[in-house]
């Protein structure tokens, strides 16, 4: 069992940045991966970066070049960093933690993919 509390959240304008971070507690295996989720107004929750525990990473194209995604193992605690921010960026920003799931070609994990999930935290970009 994973237990995970997300911070960082708020409201920006176009163009800000905001850092995310998730902070991790309980048994975990040797290999896994921690990913954001988002999910905008009357959208479905889409995987947004993706980090496994040996570093390889994944992006939604639309964040590719804007948002980076890196995981503290010392502090077990995932960030996502956020640059460049648009109002279709708005969601609720999801944190995920995939027992046993290893990133590969890029690819970020499904929503039914087993794993434990945070509560949530709200970003908000106007124009």
């Known amino acids: 069992q994973v237990q995970l509390v997300e911070s960082g959240g708020g409201s920006v304008q176009t163009g800000g940045s905001l850092r995310l971070s998730c902070t991790a507690s309980g048994n975990r295996g040797r290999t896994y991966s921690m990913a954001w989720f988002r999910q905008g107004p009357g959208k479905e929750r889409d995987g947004v970066a993706v980090?496994?525990?040996?570093?390889?990473?994944g992006y939604r194209d639309s964040v590719t070049g804007r948002f980076t995604i890196s995981l503290d193992n010392t502090i077990s605690t995932l960030y996502l960093q956020m640059s460049s921010l648009k109002p279709e960026d708005t969601g609720m920003y999801y944190c995920?933690?995939?027992?046993?799931?290893?990133?590969?070609?890029?690819?970020?994990?499904?929503?039914?993919?087993?794993?434990?999930w945070g509560q949530g935290t709200q970003v908000t970009v106007s124009s």
């Open positions: 980090i496994d525990s040996y570093g390889n990473t």
């Open positions: 995920a933690d995939f027992p046993d799931w290893k990133v590969v070609e890029g690819r970020l994990p499904h929503l039914g993919t087993f794993g434990y």
